[in-house]
DNA sequence: GTTATACCATGATTTAAATCATATAAGCGG
DNA sequence: CCGCTTATATGATTTAAATCATGGTATAAC
């Protein structure tokens, strides 16, 4: 096989890697060492990546595309508990632990993604302290903010819950968020009715404009003032 | 100052360090030299260690006592994250981040802590990358339970997400547990009235005794079922 | 081009849990 | 030992959000 041919693929996945925040700070070599490592997957709209409960044998990265973490409750309704895009990695909580994946992971949109055994990837870690301390640093930002989440679920009411879901998506994606009413329901813990009912209210109240599955954030200060809670005076 | 009296006072503090789960793996020196790095405070029982939305500059472990994580609502309503106690971390969130505190940090009983200056835990973390792959793993253990409370408190009733909280509670303190109505409450994400009327249902079915302050778990397989949800006939 | 499906929307009704009210008992502090 | 505070308990009422029902439109698939 041509030289210039192996090469090229390996730039394609070490390209991807190297835009990743925990590998970002690598080497040449170290990249092309874990591009070695490294399986391309692809993935249609709806696939499944994995499921809740199997064993955690891959570590992935989202080359391209978009995938969503989710969760069933015991009635079989549907809990979105984050999306990942390019360059993100997923699946990690179950990697480090060895313990079972908690969350199902789906494609939203048909998904390449890079796959690395977990048994190479811990090898890397080990020699590769510095990606170590990134990963401790995604760790506790994705902490950080299922606290916040879970504080919002427990004592905040529906309406506060969902500004607050779309404040959170557009922090991470921009004022143009690609996602339907059921899906923004089930990030913030409710149903679609409920969804369509305080999206239909920010349209009106010009604070959002809307077309079939995306929405576009036009004024992020009310939307603010919306997430803050009932007014107290 | 004597020898021996410095060495207790260390030993004192290594002994503790030790039996913390991401240093136990560390050599005598090595405990050493963190437990000259840490210093001890005491605080009260209903005394703050620190507040949500303090600047991050200490990472904490509890030597002796009970400490809890709580957010509040925008209404003022408490929300307990979790509870700590002897050998294990707390405040780790922010400290990797650089970023504050997201939640408060309260003794629940007259309470010991060991200190560590953040910049003296990361350098010493960058010399030691076993310790960042066991704090990885306690990192991921957290996020897997707020994913799993997060599904919870968006899809599950009440009852099955004050059960939850008990086995919660048992599996890591065994099956008593020394908490209050109000504290089960606040964990569950419900209100004291509730929880009591739950737990009062507990009582008169077998599967819990209970005084002020503290509930027995009799029957840890009916709370099993009690947690699955509604049954399905 | 047509049909089927998914998404958005609105209204009416139901319900799980919160809220409010009240009472009793246990434990702590002086 | 007494008084006060906290914790547990029960009942009635309210309410936020879910559920159910129905309809219209846009998009995708054939």
């Not at 979105?80 to 969350?103: C, L, Q, S, W």
């Not at 916040?148 to 557009?170: H, K, N, P, W, Y």
């Not at 969804?195 to 239909?200: G, K, L």
Request: charged share 25%; aromatic share 10%; no cysteine.
């Amino acid at each position: 096989m041509a030289k210039g041919y192996i090469d090229l693929q390996h730039n394609g996945k070490a390209e991807i890697i190297k835009q990743s925040f925990i590998f970002s700070g690598l080497g040449r070599d170290e990249l092309f060492e874990l591009a070695n490592l490294a399986i391309e997957r692809s993935f249609r709209a709806g696939e499944f990546i994995f499921w809740e409960g199997d064993a955690p044998d891959l570590f992935y990265i989202v080359a391209e595309g978009q995938v969503k973490a989710l969760k069933h409750s015991s009635s079989g309704k549907e809990f979105i508990i984050a999306f990942f895009g390019p360059a993100e990695i997923f699946g990690e909580v179950a990697v480090f632990e060895n313990k079972p994946y908690p969350a199902s992971s789906q494609a939203v949109t048909d998904t390449r993604v890079l796959a690395i055994e977990v048994k190479d990837f811990l090898s890397f870690l080990a020699s590769h302290p510095q990606v170590a301390l990134r990963i401790i640093n995604i760790l506790g930002g994705r902490l950080r903010e299922a606290q916040s989440r879970l504080r919002d679920f427990a004592g905040e009411r529906v309406e506060q819950r969902l500004a607050r879901t779309l404040l959170m998506l557009s922090s991470k994606l921009g004022p143009t968020l690609p996602f339907t009413r059921q899906e923004i329901a089930d990030m913030a813990g409710t149903t679609t009715e409920t969804a369509i009912r305080f999206m239909s209210r920010l349209k009106d109240g010009g604070i959002i404009r809307s077309v079939r599955g995306k929405t576009i954030i036009l004024d992020e200060n009310k939307l603010k003032l919306l997430s803050e809670g009932p007014s107290q005076v």
